[in-house]
Nanobody, 117 residues
Framework: QVQLVESGGGLVQAGGSLRLSCAAS????????MGWYRQSPGKQRELVAR???????NYADSVQGRFTISRDNTKNTVYLQMNSLKPEDTAVYYC???????????WGRGTQVTVSS
């Protein structure tokens, strides 16, 4: 079965950086789009960044210019480089496989990112 395991979260001061990683197994990684989502208390889960199988990227307006999504198909891993972090970036960040028809269909368990002011 498909497994996604996130890592790299933590506590950082505003203006700092973190790099999240998501290791995938049980799927042919290179043929799927992948995405990073986040959810903070009392809010709906939202798409942060998406990368297609051929490397095209999309970002939420709130992170455009600060976050970069990338993938290494040889390592079955997708990354999220987060720079200039703000307190409002505090959330649990989830990695997801994105099915071309059904949307996100497999999720990791999430990694906490906390940005202090």
């Amino acid at each position: 079965q498909v497994q996604l395991v996130e890592s790299g979260g933590g506590l950082v001061q505003a203006g700092g950086s973190l790099r999240l990683s998501c290791a995938a197994s049980g799927t042919i990684f290179g043929i799927n789009a992948m995405g990073w989502y986040r959810q903070s208390p009392g809010k709906q889960r939202e798409l942060v960044a998406r990368i297609s199988r051929d490397g095209r990227t999309n970002y939420a307006d709130s992170v455009q210019g600060r976050f970069t999504i990338s993938r290494d198909n040889t390592k079955n891993t997708v990354y999220l480089q987060m720079n200039s972090l703000k307190p409002e970036d505090t959330a649990v960040y989830y990695c997801a496989r994105i099915h071309p028809i059904h949307g996100p269909d497999y999720w990791g368990r999430g990694t906490q990112v906390t940005v202090s002011s």
